[in-house]
Structures are given as structure tokens and as C-alpha cells.
């Protein structure tokens, strides 16, 4: 499996996230209920390997 589909299912086993879109190198986009954290995306990027941080 690739970076990206690495990345792009460990946000989308976050509960709560419906879909997620990765850009490598450096960018994902995100769709999820409000009750997701981003300290719980940031964690489940970090969990599969990669370095992860939020910009608004």
C-alpha cells in the first residue's frame, strides 16, 4: 500500500470521518462529524508513520 492510501485510511478509521482526500507530500482534506478532534486526526496520521499537524 502507498503513502497515500497508508495515510488516507488511517484517517478514515478515525470514528466519526466520512471521507478523507491526501495530497502527498503535504496536505489532506478531511470530511468528519463536529465531534471529531483534530488531535484524533493528528493522532491516527502519526500512528501509521507519518508526521502530521493541523492548519486552519
Do not use: I, Q, Y
Not at 497508508?6 to 468528519?32: C, H, N, Q, Y
Not at 501509521?48 to 486552519?56: H, L, R
Amino acid at each position: 500500500m502507498g503513502c497515500v492510501n497508508k495515510v488516507r485510511s488511517a484517517l478514515e478509521g478515525v470514528e466519526g470521518v466520512s471521507k478523507a482526500a491526501v495530497s502527498m507530500p503535504d496536505s489532506a482534506v478531511v470530511t468528519a462529524k463536529s465531534s471529531v478532534s483534530d488531535k484524533d486526526l493528528v493522532k491516527a496520521v502519526k500512528d501509521a508513520g507519518f508526521g502530521a499537524s493541523v492548519t486552519k
